[in-house]
């Protein structure tokens, strides 16, 4: 079990939870290579401490148990594991009604060049904090002469010292470092810095000596600011990076973060990137077009839309939204400014900019137009409500889409899929109803309803015995 003063890491750090958006469980994850045949997954969990039940044990002191169920599918070869692990939080009586933050790692050793699925279930107290999947695959080409980690953000890194050596602390140490992991990639602030770690294994050990270059890109990859800097190796085989980057005269939106490691005289290079999530309550968000913002926002059909129309548009926008713009619009009062805010959002979202054409909004009003005369139930031009409207608004046309009709004794359903997200993505839906209203009972994408029991619970007419797709990981035979 992995104990966790939380008390203590807030006092020495000094983390501001004014920093910190408070939601539910946040994950994230970042691959190291441990050699070109293996790397190690670690992966990062922020929740708030009002989210979790704690319980007196003694001297006034609290403590939480966070419980983890990891799934590790290969799918190359059908094997599965699974994994319980037990996170261990304290917290003392002056900071139990506090809201603070619970920040963790967990470690896995994996094989690199080979895709994996993680499905994982974080509970405190019986009671779901977290409920997802994702798919890992470092790949590492044989070919080049060095290869790169992923980007790990941190709210916070300190160098490790006297002052703050704590067996608390031990997991987040690396090469002399203490780093409190971001796992939100949410900046905020009109005064902030990204902080962030990764490392460089060198497979050519005559060279020691890199170029590196961060930038950072906008939503259609322009790059908006850059930084560059000469490395030194740390090690005979292996360099690591703690570096702050500014966010200086950044609006709020979606960014990536672009690193560029340049060797052998800049003549060979590899890249990374990291998307990250920023809110600047000081600025609003600048029209990267040939036209000015003001002169572009009056032409457009927004300033037409009236206050229901704009709230309805709103709504049916929301499946491609991030939570930053959602939380962003429910803040706005007047109809000027929700159709400012909608203008940007999909101002944000096209791909040419120099155009008055956005070819994002065309494509999505395109979408709700075929589920309203596919899926519409009840009212009228309402079909973004239902789930097989939404997952069309979110993710497009499925690749594949086999529909079963009910019988006597199974009712009807359908079955999705997406061969180019995340690896391939499935959807099931059920019409338990009997009335044309399907549901969306089971998936394999990210945030979306998980039950590998569907099929037992809701009784489909589907013939599951020849695909694996189907079957809970834990049926896979090691």
């Known amino acids: 079990m992995q104990k966790h003063l939380i008390l203590l890491l807030i006092l020495c750090f000094s983390l501001a939870n004014s920093q910190i958006k408070q939601s539910k469980a946040k994950f994230d994850f970042a691959c190291f290579p441990i050699s070109k045949d293996s790397f190690s997954l670690e992966l990062y969990f922020q929740v708030s401490s009002k989210d979790i039940k704690y319980y007196p044990i003694e001297n ?7 419980d983890f169920e990891f799934i590790i599918l290969n799918l190359k070869d059908s ?4 994994i319980n692990w037990k996170f261990e939080t304290l917290n003392n009586i002056e900071s139990l009604n506090k809201d603070l933050q619970v920040i963790g790692i967990k470690k896995f050793k994996l094989l690199s060049n080979v895709n994996y699925r993680f499905d994982l279930v974080m509970q405190n107290d019986s009671t779901n904090l977290y409920n997802s999947s994702f798919n890992v695959n470092k790949r590492v080409d044989l070919n080049s002469k060095v290869y790169l980690s992923d980007i790990e953000f941190a709210h916070l890194i300190r160098e490790e010292n006297q002052s703050n050596s704590n067996q608390f602390l031990d997991i987040y140490k690396k090469n002399g470092f203490i780093i409190l992991p971001n796992s939100t990639a949410e900046m905020y602030g009109n005064d902030i810095d990204i902080n962030l770690y990764f490392e460089i294994n060198d497979l050519d050990t005559n060279s020691n000596k890199y170029n590196l270059k961060y930038e950072i890109l906008n939503g259609i990859n322009k790059s908006l600011n850059s930084f560059e800097f000469e490395l030194t190796k740390s090690s005979k085989h292996k360099t690591f990076e703690v ?28 890249l990374i990137f990291k998307k990250f999530y920023y809110l600047n309550p000081q600025t609003t968000p600048k029209l990267e077009a040939n036209f000015r913002e003001s002169q572009a926002f009056e032409e457009s059909l927004f300033t037409s839309y009236s206050d229901n129309k704009i709230n309805l548009e709103f709504e049916m926008t929301k499946p491609i939204l991030t939570e930053f713009e959602i939380d962003e619009f429910s803040r706005l009062s ?18 040419d900019t120099s155009t008055a054409k956005n070819e994002m909004y065309i494509e ?25 409207g939404r997952i069309i608004l979110k993710y497009g046309m499925p690749t594949q889409r086999n529909r079963y009709t009910s019988t006597s004794e199974k009712v009807a359903c359908e079955e999705w899929f997406f061969d180019a997200t995340n690896g391939g993505i499935y959807f099931y839906f059920v019409d338990r109803s009997g009335n044309n209203l399907f549901e969306l009972v089971h998936s394999n994408a990210k945030n979306e309803p998980r039950d590998f029991n569907w099929v037992q619970n809701y009784n489909p007419n589907i013939d599951t015995d020849s695909s694996s797709r189907f079957k809970d990981p834990n049926d896979f035979k090691k």
Request: glycine share 2%; charged share 30%.
């Open 60 to 66: 006034q002191k609290y403590k939480a148990i966070l």
């Open 79 to 82: 094997t599965s594991e699974k």
């Open 243 to 270: 570096r702050t980057i500014p966010l200086f005269d950044l609006t709020t939106g979606i960014y990536n973060l672009k690193n560029t490691v340049y060797f052998n005289n800049s003549l060979d290079s590899v």
């Open 334 to 351: 007047t109809l000027k400014a929700k159709q400012r805010a909608l203008f940007r959002f999909w101002k944000f979202r096209d791909s």
């Open 364 to 388: 999505y009003h395109q979408r709700l137009e075929y589920i309203d005369n596919q899926f519409t139930y009840g009212r009228k031009n309402e079909a973004y409500k239902t789930d097989r």
